[in-house]
């Protein structure tokens, strides 16, 4: 089992900066892919960005490329989203995902993969 608590949300002016982060108890972390993903009111869930067990592989959205960074420190179990020139379409609830099924060197983008999730923290940027 994995445990996923997602923090740092909230409320921003488009054009400003957040970063979340994402901390896991539980089966060792650093075996897992780690994502983040979305989900806005009335849109389906959709990809953000992952990063591999030893943060050698990185994917991005399109939509997020240039703007967000993700990172991971396997040592304190966590993995973070730096999200920067928040646009008021990044409005949504985040939330971060495990796939603890991963093998090394491979990533994957699909939310049905991803087998443990936290909760969610709202992020919104108004305009």
């Known amino acids: 089992q994995v445990q996923l608590v997602e923090s740092g949300g909230g409320l921003v002016q488009a054009g400003g900066s957040l970063r979340l982060s994402c901390t896991a108890s539980g089966r060792t972390f650093s075996t897992n892919t780690m994502g983040w993903f979305r989900q806005a009111p009335g849109k389906e869930r959709q990809f953000v960005a992952a990063?591999?067990?030893?943060?050698?592989?990185?994917y991005y959205a399109d939509s997020v490329k240039g703007r967000f960074t993700i990172s991971r420190d396997n040592a304190k179990n966590s993995v973070f989203l730096q999200m920067s020139s928040l646009k008021s379409e990044d409005t949504a609830v985040y939330f971060c995902?495990?796939?603890?099924?991963?093998?090394?060197?491979?990533?994957?983008?699909?939310?049905?993969?991803?087998?443990?999730w936290g909760q969610g923290t709202q992020v919104t940027a108004s305009s």
């Open positions: 995902a495990a796939d603890s099924q991963s093998t090394y060197g491979v990533v994957r983008r699909s939310d049905s993969e991803y087998d443990y």
């Open positions: 990063v591999s067990r030893g943060s050698f592989i990185k």
